[in-house]
Structure formats: C-alpha cells, structure tokens
C-alpha cells in the first residue's frame, strides 16, 4: 500500500487560468527515497505543497483529482493534521524560523500538537541529537549560518516523528559543502528513522547516487519517472533544462563512440569501475 | 580597468578583507569564489564605492573610489544584485529598467530606445506593461539584470546569479556573458557554482578568509583540490573523474565533459578524432 | 543605534539573568509606580543610585549608560520645559523620573531572555497569539534591518542618491527602499504562515509549553524584596509624609523662574 497515492491530480492556483498540474498519477512507497525535477515552473513545488495540505487549504485554488497522504484524504484533511505525518523543509532558511532560539523552534510542533512536556523536552533532544546541533541549542536563529538554519528547520520537522519528509530546494541557497552536509545528514535520518523523503533538487550529482527513484516534470506533467539510471540517461529529457550529471554525458558520449559502460554511472567512482570493466573484457 | 592594492576592510573591527590586490583589464570575465564569509560580496561592494577602503585603495577606470560618489562610479560599474527582490519596485517593468537612466539624467527620448533595446535583448519586450511583481522568479531576475544593462556600464558585476536558477536559466545566462564579453565589457561574477565556472570562466579569484588565495586561470585554480578544499568547494564532477583515473595516465586537470571523453578513448585505444 | 543597547537582551549567567521572568517583571512594574509616586528629587534620586548596583552586577552596566547617554536628550528635554513652565525642583524630578522610567525597563529586557519575556506574558494570561506575534516581531528587527540595508545598497547602485535634492525629492526617493522592504515583509510572513501551518499551528485548542517557569529560593526573596520596597515607599510617602516634608524644604513649587 504506498504511502503517497496520487491519481489524476489537476490544479490551478486562485485566479489564475494557467494550469500548473496537469494530470498527475503517483505512488510512492512507505521507505523511498525521491528525487523530483525539472525546469523552473514545472509545478514540482506546487506538487509538493500537495502532500501536506498546503494546498489546497491554504493556497485555495481549484485542485481536481485524488490524493491521499498516509491514508488520509488530503482534500477533506485539515493541514494540522497532516503535518503530523509529513515534515516540509522549504527552500528558505530564515523565513521557515521565526522564533528566538534554536530550543523554540524545534519545540514549536510539538507545543501545537498539545505534547506533554516532559515528551516534548525529551523529543527536541533527540531531534538536537540526531541532526548534530545540540551544540546550538540556545542560539537565536539569526545568528546561524544558512547551513546552520537549515539543520534547525531540519530538527523542527525530525521532532514531529513524520512518515514523510519533503524538501523543496533545501540546498539552494547554501554553499556547495554546506549542501552535501545537508544531503548526507538527509541520508543518514533515512537510514536511522526509514522516512519516507522526497527531495526537490536541481543539484543532481549530489544526489543521484542515493536515491531510490527520479521523478522528472515539465510543465505540469511527469515526463520521466523511475531508476536514477534509466531517467538520467534517456533521451526524454534533453533539452528540458535539467541539469544532468556530468557523468551520465560522459556515459552517452561514450556510448555513442561505442564505448559501452555496463551501468550508467551516477558518481565518478563509479566511471572508474566502468572503465576497469570495458578493459577487462577488451 | 579595476585596480585593488592592498585592500583592507572590516565591519565593527572585525576584519573582512585582509589585503586583497588585484587587477582585472578590459574584456576580461573573472569569476570570484570563497567559502561563505570568505569576503566576496564584501569586496565587489568597493567596485561602486558602496564601501570604502579601510587601508589600501581601489581604482576604478583610474578613479580612487573614496574619491566619487557612489552615483558616479554606479555609472560606469554595474552591480547586479542576487535577489531581484530587494530592488523591484516600479509599477511597470519599463518603469523600472528606466530607473537607473533617469536617475543618470538620460534625455527621455534615449531612455526609451535603451529599454526597449535591453527588454528585447532579455525575451522581456512582451512583459513592459506588466507590473514586476506579477512575474515570475526568473522573469523578475530578467528584469533586474535588464534595469543594470539599460544604461551601458563598462563593467558589470553579479552577486551570485546562478542560486535557484535552473539548468536552462544557467545556459542563458551564460550566453548573456558571452555577448557582454563580445562588447569588451569586464565582467565578474562573484559564485560558488563550481561547474559553472568550469564552463564558462576563463579566469578564478579564490578567496579564503579575507586573502586572494588563488588567481589565476580555471584550470589552474579549480582542479587544484587543496585550494578548493581551503574555499570549501567541491571539484568540477569531471575533475573528480579525471583524479580517480589518474593511474590509467589521465591528466588531473580536466574540466570538461569533451576532454575527459578524449581522455577515455585513449585509454582504451581507440584513439580520437 | 545606541539609545537601544539597554533594551537589547545580553547573555549573562548573574543572579539577576538567572531570576523568573515573572519576579523580574514584577519588580519593573513596581518600580514604575514608586517613581510615579515620590516627587522629591532627592528621593528619586536615591532610587535611582540604589539600582545601579543591580546593573553592575548583571555586567551590563555599560550597555544600560549607552541608553542613558542616548535617551540624554529626551531628558534634557523634558527637564527644560518643566522648568520653563513650572519649576526648577519639579523639573528636576520629572527629569529624574524619566530616568528611572527608562531603568525599570532596561533591567528587565537586558536581563531577560525575549522569548522568556513573551512566555511570561501568557503565563500572565496574555493570548498566545498575541505573545507570538511579539515574538515575531523581535526576531525579524535584525533580518529586517539586514535587508533594508541590501536594498538601499542596491538603488543605489541604480544611481538613487538618498542625501541630496529638496524635502519632496529625497520623501519621493524613500519610494524604491520602502516598496521592495513592504514586499519582501509581506512575502515573508507568507512563507512564515507556511512554515508554521506545515508544524501543525493550531492543530490542539490546548497548547502546550516547553518553557516552564518555577519560582526558586532567588525569585521568592526578590518578590519578597520588591513587595516590601513597595510597602516601604507607600509607608515613606503616606503615613511619614516624607515626600512632602522634604519638598517643601526644597522649597518645591517656588523656584519659578518667570516669578
């Protein structure tokens, strides 16, 4: 039974006439690890503001088709609710943290979720812990480097216990190690909690290699969906605007010199391997 | 031409820029790089004297920067600014590409022929009666960088132009650079996009904590990995190939997709074309 | 900004920092009102020498003076139109009173950490939202600074000079800093509602706190100090009259000087 059931999911956004999902059939399984994409304004974060309610509850808008969210009809489920089973982080640091210390702010779910208290000091250590900003605790948000923030956004989300967690462009603003940090720690959370992620990215070399699927969109519609391999080397993509991996060019080039690697390298590990393989039979 | 000697400033006592010295000619296109706090966007604040120097001087078209007013050196220095956000503001988007020309005492006539030059150049002609605001993100950066191109400067600057920019918006950009390059404009960029410098920089300024690290050419500078460890940058993906190959004779110090595909088909024998 | 760096909070381990938000809260309030009763200058005075201690033992003496030397002008301010219009003495203890105005707040917010301020307030009954929306409030001032800043920084590089021309111009020139610093607030606060309704806000009528507050042996002498002071000054100015005693060998009330 996936987790994430979407089926012929249409919307437009209050007073616009632009459709900016067009059809949309999903399912994603309980434990995936899920890479969205595409050109700016293909509707993944539109998509993406589906899963908790967002939309259609707080955007409004005319949303047709089904989705369901761990179960729950996300229509008739009230976004309180549904938070409690799927975490965003959203693509900038300092408006997702709005109050004064570090504590507060992963405290802050848990407090409108009515916990005791004792649950709630408990869980935030826990969250502090698992994301590796104990040391942060009393900060205030602003004080915090952007990598920094989105490590606290990330706690505030881990501390609600979600099946789901949903990143939209999480690393954008972030320097390129301070953006593999993040996606390493989103690595390790999967492999202690088995979340359920799914990751808005226009990096993909960072995350090609660890995830299970890639679910490219243009223009309101999915237009590639399956192993990283097979979408980041078919032809249906080119020209989207996509940022394919260096890597899978080098792999097509090759190919069509009649070098053919095994396996479409997702890291340049991996191009070595490849290449240790083609000599070995030559 | 841009002269910095010995450039040293800090905020509040706290040192930011740590005798930086540098020289940037006509028609060159230089990409600036450093970790986060490393002074980048410290530094291009001098070009237009938005900063003045603490010690050492900066010299633009042999003018001392604490010698103009900022009015003046924005005439011949362009900074376009990372989030268009902070600077839309007009009711129109003409209005708002024309605001730097009027601001420069253009005579209304020539403003107009300038915007809508620069509108048409950007795929923004379409957009000029439209309010700013009801665009979208990329079209809204258009309309920034269009509002810097209206008026001509000799030299102009982006604050990290590539930050949530697809990779079909990064391609366009790059294009952009290349026509104002055609126009012997000097252009800096100041980024962290690793592969996009690669791509389309011929030269690196590397800053780390305040200090120039590296200058030099691309190549040089970013397939170097102690510098790039010391900027907290990553290697160019095909650096990172080409290091791991390294033992079959691969040099370490390829950049490209076409060079590093060379590289391969030699290993293999199958020579090149 | 000076004036402001004695109602900005400082990181602190003293007695003062460590007492309940509640106590300290308390102990501003009362403050207000002994300095609204006493008139003698000579007696708001001594108030105000006796409070200096408890900065300096919260090591935020300094910041406080800062406000001091700011706020210098207000003071003066006030000081010369009372004497002006009534009396030197009296002008003298309106003066001294701003003082302590200004104290008996300094030394709650510079010793008080802001969301404890906020968490105070509703243990007071006060509705959350509205505690929240002070929050808020104080944690976008240094982002919303940072980001007036960038936007001046950047009309300016379009050629906007904020110094020059007459009053009208440079009103109209605050147009393109304004509009986009409104926008950006605006966007933000959406992106804020965002963020809060993706942690469940509002999901349970009854809200939970991490923050608790419990009185230790500290905050039940401070209250039992701050009542008594209470006590004692409505003891000094009431039943001793001493308020009206000492004025009147000031000669309060005579020293106009149009007179």
């Known amino acids: ?282 | 031409m841009i002269e910095i000697s010995d450039l040293w400033f800090d905020y509040d006592g706290f040192p930011v820029l740590r005798g930086v010295s540098l020289k940037i000619e006509l028609g060159e296109v230089v990409a600036i790089m450093g970790e986060n706090g490393a002074g980048k966007t410290t530094l291009i604040r001098h070009f237009n004297g938005l900063l003045k120097p603490k010690r050492g001087y900066v010299k633009v078209f042999g003018v001392d920067t604490r010698e103009a007013t900022v009015a003046e050196l924005s005439r011949r220095v362009g900074l376009v600014f990372q989030n268009p956000d902070h600077q839309l503001f007009a009711e129109t988007v003409f209005d708002e590409v024309a605001f730097a020309l009027k601001n420069f005492g253009f005579p209304e006539d020539v403003i107009e022929r300038r915007v809508e030059w620069v509108l048409k150049m950007l795929d923004l002609y379409d957009l000029k009666d439209r309010s700013p605001f009801s665009l979208s993100g990329g079209e809204r950066k258009r309309v920034a960088i269009a509002s810097i191109l209206s008026y001509d400067p000799d030299i102009i600057v982006f604050d990290e132009p590539t930050v949530g920019q697809d990779y079909g918006q990064k391609e366009r950009l790059a294009q952009l650079i290349k026509l104002l390059k055609s126009q012997s404009k000097i252009i800096v960029v100041v980024t962290h996009d690793v592969e996009f410098v690669a791509e389309n920089f011929p030269r690196v300024v590397l800053l780390s904590k305040g200090r120039v690290i590296a200058d030099g050419s691309t190549r040089r500078v970013l397939t170097d990995e102690k510098l790039i460890r010391r900027a907290n940058l990553l290697l160019p993906q095909v650096t990172q190939v080409a290091k791991h190959l390294v033992e079959f004779g691969v040099p370490g110090d390829l950049m490209w997709v076409s060079e590093i595909k060379g590289a391969i088909l030699k290993v293999l024998g199958r020579g090149c074309t | 900004m000076n004036i402001l760096k004695g109602f900005e909070f400082k990181h602190g381990e003293s007695i003062i920092h460590k007492l309940d938000p509640r106590a300290k809260l308390l102990f501003s309030i009362v403050l207000l009102v002994i300095s609204f009763i006493f008139f003698n200058p000579l007696i708001l005075l001594l108030i105000f020498l006796s409070l200096l201690p408890l900065f300096y033992i919260s090591n935020v003496l300094g910041d406080f003076l800062k406000t001091l030397r700011g706020s210098l002008f207000f003071i003066i301010l006030v000081f010369v139109i009372n004497f002006l219009t009534l009396d030197f003495i009296y002008a003298l203890s309106l003066g001294l009173r701003l003082i302590l105005i200004i104290s008996c707040f300094s030394i709650f917010f510079l010793t008080t950490y802001p969301e404890d301020f906020a968490e105070a307030l509703i243990k007071l009954k006060v509705p959350y939202d509205f505690a929240l929306t002070f929050t808020m409030a104080l944690r976008f001032v240094p982002t919303l600074a940072r980001e007036a800043q960038l936007i001046i920084d950047a009309q300016r590089s379009r050629g906007l000079e904020i110094e020059k021309g007459s009053f009208i111009v440079r009103l109209k020139n605050y147009i393109p800093i304004l509009v986009p610093l409104i926008v950006g607030a605006v966007r933000r606060s959406i992106k804020v509602a965002e963020a809060m309704e993706s942690r469940a806000f509002g999901a349970s009528p009854k809200r939970s706190s991490i923050v608790e507050f419990s009185f230790k042996k500290n905050d039940y002498l401070f209250i039992f100090l701050t009542i008594s002071l209470l006590l004692f000054s409505l003891w000094l100015k009431y039943y001793l009259h001493l308020d009206d005693i000492l004025n009147s060998y000031f000669h309060f009330g005579q020293f106009h000087p149009f007179l």
């Open chain 1, 1 to 282: 039974m996936p987790i994430i059931k979407v089926k012929g999911l249409s919307y437009r956004y209050p007073g616009s006439s632009r459709t900016v999902l067009k059809n949309i059939t999903l399912n994603i399984d309980e434990g995936e690890y899920v890479v969205i994409t595409g050109p700016s304004g293909c509707g993944k974060t539109t998509l993406c503001r589906c899963f908790n309610g967002l939309i259609p509850h707080f955007y409004g808008g005319n949303l047709e088709g089904e989705i369901i969210v761990n179960g729950f009809p996300v229509k008739e489920t009230s976004t309180s609710t549904l938070a409690q089973y799927v975490g965003m982080v959203f693509q900038e640091p300092e408006s997702q943290l709005f109050l004064l210390s570090v504590e507060r702010e992963v405290a802050f779910g848990l407090e409108n979720l009515g916990l005791p208290r004792e649950e709630i000091v408990k869980r935030v250590d826990e969250a502090l812990k698992l994301v590796g900003i104990s040391h942060l605790r009393d900060r205030a948000p602003h004080e915090l480097s952007g990598g920094e923030q989105q490590k606290v956004a990330l706690a505030a989300c881990i501390a609600m216990q979600p099946k789901i967690l949903v990143l939209d462009e999480p690393t954008a603003n972030l320097d390129p190690i301070s953006a593999v940090n993040i996606l390493n720690l989103l690595q390790s959370l999967r492999n202690k909690l088995g979340v359920t992620i799914i990751l808005v990215e226009h990096r993909l070399e960072a995350v090609a290699s660890v995830a299970d699927r890639f679910i490219v969109m243009n223009d309101g519609m999915i237009v590639s969906d399956g192993d990283p391999r097979d979408v980041l080397s078919s032809t249906n993509i080119e020209g989207l605007g996509v940022g394919v991996p260096k890597v899978i060019q080098l792999y097509k080039d090759l190919k069509r010199r009649n070098v053919i690697f095994n396996l479409v390298p997702l890291t340049p590990k991996e191009v070595k391997a490849c290449l240790m393989e083609v000599l070995e039979f030559d």
